[in-house]
């Protein structure tokens, strides 16, 4: 007993009453977007930086920044059930931090690179090490003591 209801066209997918009509949620071909080369993390992540005023903070204090923001993101991985939404603004928050951090230290830092979030982030966090700021093994401050 075969659980296919309907035919199949190897190429296509299932279709309707044995005709070529797919059965896919496009049944159109896909059109790009205007930019095409800017991810909607990207987007994202520039409008954000946009928004901010000059950074009149220290590099000690975009440290701390950045180290929160980045325990506060991989909490978030860390099986704790956590919304889609909160853990995008949490990646957001980190990379934006992550992206200020790197330009207050001279490093070669552009949010376009962000297609690919997490390869980015581990090249700007392998290029901090270089400097001496290890953020993978930085401890943040306990704000109670």
């Known amino acids: 007993m075969s659980l296919v209801t309907r035919p199949f066209d190897k190429d296509l997918g299932p279709t309707a009453s044995g005709g070529s009509r797919e059965l ?3 049944s159109r071909p ?3 977007a205007d930019h095409v080369d800017m ?4 987007e994202l ?3 954000v930086l946009a928004g901010e005023d000059a950074m009149p903070e220290t590099a000690d204090v975009l440290l701390d920044v950045a180290v ?3 325990a506060r993101m991989l ?3 860390a099986g704790v059930t956590v919304s889609a939404k909160h853990a995008l603004a949490y990646e957001i928050a980190y990379d934006r931090a992550l992206v200020n951090l790197c330009a207050v230290g001279g490093i ?3 949010p376009g690179r962000f297609a690919h979030p997490g390869e ?5 966090e392998r290029s901090l090490a270089e400097t001496g700021v290890d953020l993978c093994n930085a401890q943040h401050p306990d704000p109670h003591s």
């Open 30 to 32: 896909v059109q790009e």
């Open 108 to 110: 070669d830092v552009d």
């Open 24 to 26: 896919r949620p496009y």
């Open 39 to 42: 991810s909607m993390y990207v």
């Open 45 to 47: 992540l520039s409008a």
């Open 68 to 70: 929160a923001c980045r």
């Open 75 to 77: 909490g978030s991985k």
């Open 120 to 124: 980015e982030r581990a090249r700007l």
